[in-house]
């Protein structure tokens, strides 16, 4: 799906956002600067949270708690093995009450669950500097209603 700048991107989040539920594992791909963490910073805007969000790229974890359900965003860029994040403890956060957002989970391929969504964000320097494709692949029965969802909003995934 073509994205043709941030507002666009946002756009994309904010639909996404009304469709999150508690247990729901949402995968951000992409290269550095591809927009995972001003996607996530779109979603918790439209899910009520008014401050401000910063990307874990060297913390792991920001959590942020929200009215219908914790948002725990990740980021596996900087894990030193695939399995630093379960020495870490995060994985009592995954498939609970909460919503987790996991930018660079191929960093932690060989021990995280399927997600229910992944979203790979691509620069599309052909349509200018703020372009992006948006990919999105669904891995589960409520990833494909996300999809469904999302593509009779007229967003075509």
């Given amino acids: 799906m073509p994205l043709a700048d941030l507002r666009a991107t946002e756009r994309l989040a904010s639909r996404l956002a009304g469709l999150l539920a508690p247990g729901f594992i949402l995968f951000l791909s992409g290269d550095l600067g591809a ?24 913390t792991l ?10 948002l725990y965003h990740f980021d596996f860029y900087r ?12 994985d009592d956060l995954l498939g609970g009450q909460g919503v987790a957002v996991i930018e660079w989970p191929e960093r932690a ?3 995280l669950p399927r997600a229910d969504l992944r979203l790979r964000l691509e620069f599309d320097p052909a349509r200018g500097d703020d ?26 995934c």
């Fill in 131 to 156: 372009a992006r494709v948006a990919v999105l692949d669904a891995w589960s029965p409520r990833g494909l209603a996300c999809l469904s969802a999302l593509r009779e909003a007229g967003d075509a």
């Fill in 109 to 111: 391929a060989g021990s």
């Fill in 61 to 70: 974890l920001e959590s942020y708690e929200l009215s219908r359900f914790p």
């Fill in 35 to 58: 927009g995972k963490t001003t996607f996530t910073r779109a979603l918790l805007r439209t899910l009520g949270f008014p401050g401000r969000v910063k990307s874990p790229t060297f």
């Fill in 79 to 90: 894990l030193a093995s695939d399995r630093a994040w379960l020495d870490a403890g995060f």
